[in-house]
């Protein structure tokens, strides 16, 4: 399952991947390149792409002015490092169809309806087996009497939608901020038990530089893992009460499900490693708060797929989010050590079919390893966003869990 930003595959200085160029001549494009830069050389390069090799200098602002004043003529630039000059390259920007709406509204519906009947399995039980049916069945019984199903598959529901669609949705504000085009989220419909893959935003071109890069990669994650301690909370504060009467039969209960299912207890502990570190951090605080609260199975349920999607994505890996923040932090050498790294951690923690999704992708592209290219691969990524990294790596390790069995 994963949720992360696609983009499309990254283009180097010298590719010809853009529309063939037959834009205005080469004069017309240096006049307005050297509004920013001092050049050096200027001619066509084999392909026809004009190409400007310019004074090595701090080139972040100058480029991204660079790169708004070609807009209008339908051009897009890239700039590379080339011995101890730089080289810019101008290609015509290829068009792109405009976004249908429609498929957007109609995936969100379809997966409003799957993770609702998902919600609506988790509840009554219909996954397992009849024994262990009944057993939810009388559960749900004590905690909750004469709730209704609907209601429960619906609030399982608005708990993960919230956390995945917000997710998506600190993607697009990213991108909207950052003036680059993107789509609305596509949300993926699935099986039970959780009835959805996730969701995407497909941006329609490279970032400019490292830091829009960074920006993209970080924001969706962050906003989840918001989101996720917010549903969490709620789960855990306003539960059904936990009242003498419901411990009695909670008590006996766990008796008969114990001894049915050969298990120690049913009723098992909010606990690390076999539950995310954020989930036991607000269990504790959540108990010292309010310890008579018996905690909403549906959107702690939400909670956990929630962290569960923040952790996959903020792994450091390909073009995950992780991936995107690494890259952009790093560079591409770095990138390429933290996919290994980000690939064991995957492994290690029990995450081996993602892995080998993410492996079997990566496969499958062009690029192999390599990350998003930014148009601007010469500025590094701002001093403040090398700090904000270690936000990412945080959340990694507080959203982190075992696979479960």
Not at 72 to 87: N, S
Not at 353 to 374: D, K, N, S, Y
Request: proline share 7%; with cysteine; aromatic share 10%.
């Amino acid at each position: 399952m994963s949720d992360a930003p696609s983009t499309p595959p990254p283009q180097s200085a010298s590719s010809t991947a853009f529309a063939a160029y037959s834009g205005p001549s080469l004069d017309t494009i240096k006049s307005v390149v050297s509004l920013q830069f001092q050049i050096k050389d200027a001619f066509l390069d084999p392909n026809g792409v004009p190409t400007f090799v310019v004074q090595s200098e701090s080139t972040k602002h100058e480029f991204m002015r660079l790169v708004e004043q070609l807009k209008p003529q339908g051009l897009i630039a890239a700039i590379r490092a080339t011995g101890d000059a730089l080289t810019v390259k101008v290609f015509q920007k290829p068009h792109i169809n405009p976004s249908r709406r429609s498929i957007n509204i109609g995936l969100f519906l379809a997966t409003l309806v799957s993770v609702m009947v998902a919600g609506y399995f988790l509840w009554t039980g219909a996954l397992i087996g009849l024994g262990s049916q009944t057993l939810q069945a009388q559960y749900n019984a004590i905690i909750s009497p004469g709730a209704s199903p609907y209601v429960e598959a619906a609030v399982f529901a608005a708990g993960l939608l919230a956390i995945i669609g917000l997710h998506e949705f600190g993607h697009k504000t990213t991108a909207v901020v950052h003036k680059m085009d993107a789509t609305f989220p596509y949300f993926i419909p699935g099986p039970p038990p959780i009835g959805t893959f996730g969701a995407l935003i497909s941006l329609k071109g490279p970032p400019t530089n490292r830091d829009q890069l960074f920006d993209l990669g970080l924001s969706g994650p962050v906003v989840g893992f918001i989101v996720t301690i917010a549903v969490g909370t709620i789960s855990m504060l306003f539960g059904p009460a936990l009242t003498a009467t419901k411990l009695t039969q909670l008590n006996s209960w766990n008796l008969t499900c114990s001894a049915q299912l050969g298990v120690t207890s049913c009723l098992s502990n909010v606990s690390f490693p076999a539950q995310p570190l954020i989930l036991v951090l607000l269990s504790n605080l959540a108990g010292a708060i309010n310890p008579n609260v018996i905690y909403n199975q549906q959107l702690f349920f939400a909670a956990q797929i929630g962290a569960l999607l923040t952790f996959l994505n903020i792994v450091p890996a390909w073009q995950l989010d992780g991936g995107h923040i690494s890259r952009a932090v790093f560079g591409a050498s770095g990138h390429r050590i933290a996919t290994i790294v980000g690939l064991g951690l995957l492994l290690f923690s029990g995450f081996w079919t993602f892995a080998i999704l993410v492996l079997v992708m990566m496969t499958l592209t062009r690029r192999g390893f390599a990350g998003v290219e930014p148009l601007d691969d010469v500025s590094p990524v701002s001093n403040s966003r090398k700090i904000l990294y270690v936000v990412g790596l945080a959340m990694l390790v507080l959203t982190f869990a075992n696979a479960p069995l």
